[in-house]
């Protein structure tokens, strides 16, 4: 068989594949192997910047936390919790984590430190708690850390489960407040927009677990007290902005329709209600994308880019980027190896003004993005052989 006659036949099999409901199939593009690096590349506003691989051989790392001895702690989504310091990865993971259920787009997900971690030694974490008759709920959990063991660990909100795959993410993030806010995946049916359920909603609670009784629907017949706000789909990324302490989320949508949203507590965020996004197999999930009484997303991807991380960078080693967020990208059109960092521009009165794809040239998925204590980004790759990186000025 020609070249040309096998590149066709395999043409004519994906299109047959994906025309007869193979969606199991992956289509994507082929992704080389993270070389070693550094990698340097022209930006549009910055100038260059290098790419440096920190340390790999982290297997779907998910989020990123930096102690204050300056090392980091890192969950891997098959359920282990990782130390990087120094830049070496420690190979013992940490132990006394409560179990967690791999599968699906589960696991062992966020992890955030007490703000007065220095004193208490509180870790925060979400993972996917498993539940009876294979059903699964991203859960909120606490620990102590002590050396290299989590103690005193325990479950803060175990919300409502569900079989099947859908909607296990959770996020955690500490307030200016002092609050924990706690997110939960609702892509099940309506469950986003019941006001009785947990799942889909962001959620306040104070640092062990309780309900401050100033939550915006505390006391309202029907309502869940925990609730902050509903109508989310899946947020995979959950933030404070540094400058105004607001909460920023963004959420994946299903086939198009990814968002940045600002939370405002009481709001509905309109899933599955409204959404720019399309249902896979192709009809728009609603007519209008908006509607009144339902928040407007601040940014919204079409086709989606499969959100996930995000940091508002506010530091003095990339000047030319203050006040712009990061965002992470899995994967852009349902499209594997196409991953890669976004950086979005806004004015004076946070309307976006302009966007930027970077590092498109790895095709890795990038699940985190976070700015650390020295000014520098560090990203992580969602890859079995995972990487953490660092982006820096080239000179």
């Known amino acids: 068989m020609t070249t040309g006659s096998f590149l066709r036949a395999t043409a004519f099999m994906l299109v047959s594949a994906v025309a007869i409901g193979h969606a199991q199939q992956e289509i994507g593009v082929p992704v080389p192997p993270l070389g070693n690096g550094p ?186 007290p925990e609730i902050y706000t509903l109508g989310h789909r899946n947020t995979l990324a959950l933030i404070v902005h540094p400058e105004t302490g607001v909460l920023w989320n963004n959420e994946n949508g299903p086939n198009g329709g990814d968002e940045i949203n600002i939370i405002v507590p009481g709001r509905n965020y309109g899933w599955p209600i409204v959404s720019f996004g399309r249902e896979y197999p192709g009809p728009r999930i609603s007519e209008h994308p908006t509607r009144e009484g339902m928040e407007s997303p601040l940014v919204a991807w079409l086709p989606q880019i499969a959100a996930a991380g995000m940091t508002i960078y506010t530091g003095d080693r990339f000047p030319r980027w203050k006040g712009n967020v990061f965002v992470g990208s899995m994967r852009v059109g349902g499209i594997a190896g196409t991953g890669h960092l976004e950086r979005i521009v806004f004015n004076a009165k946070t309307e976006e003004i302009r966007r930027e794809s970077m590092l498109n040239d790895l095709r890795q998925r990038i699940r985190e993005v976070r700015q650390g204590p020295d000014g520098l980004l560090y990203l992580l790759t969602d890859e079995d052989d995972g990487a953490l990186l660092r982006i820096e000025p080239a000179s």
């Not at 440096?52 to 051989?57: I, Y």
């Not at 019941?194 to 062990?208: E, M, N, Q, T, Y």
């Open 39 to 224: 990698f340097v590349f022209d930006t549009a506003e910055q100038g260059k910047i290098r790419v440096t691989v920190v340390t790999r051989g982290l297997s779907h790392p998910w989020s990123i936390a930096f102690l204050p001895d300056g090392s980091m702690l890192i969950p891997e989504r098959a359920g282990r919790l990782r130390i990087v310091k120094n830049g070496v990865l420690d190979p013992t993971p940490i132990a006394g984590l409560l179990p967690v259920r791999t599968d699906g787009n589960g696991g062992l997900m966020d992890v955030a430190l007490h703000p007065r971690f220095a004193e208490n030694r509180l870790v925060y974490w979400t993972y996917t708690k498993p539940v009876e008759n294979g059903k699964g709920t991203p859960s909120l959990a606490r620990g102590r850390l002590d050396a290299h063991t989590l103690t005193d660990v325990k479950d803060l909100v175990v919300p409502d489960a569900y079989e099947g795959n859908g909607g296990l993410n959770g996020r955690v993030a500490f307030g200016r407040d002092g609050m924990v806010y706690f997110s939960t995946g609702g892509n099940i049916a309506k469950v986003a927009q019941d006001p009785a359920s947990l799942r889909g909603k962001i959620l306040r609670l104070r640092d062990d677990g309780s309900v401050p009784p100033d939550n915006p629907f505390a006391g309202r017949t029907g309502y869940r």
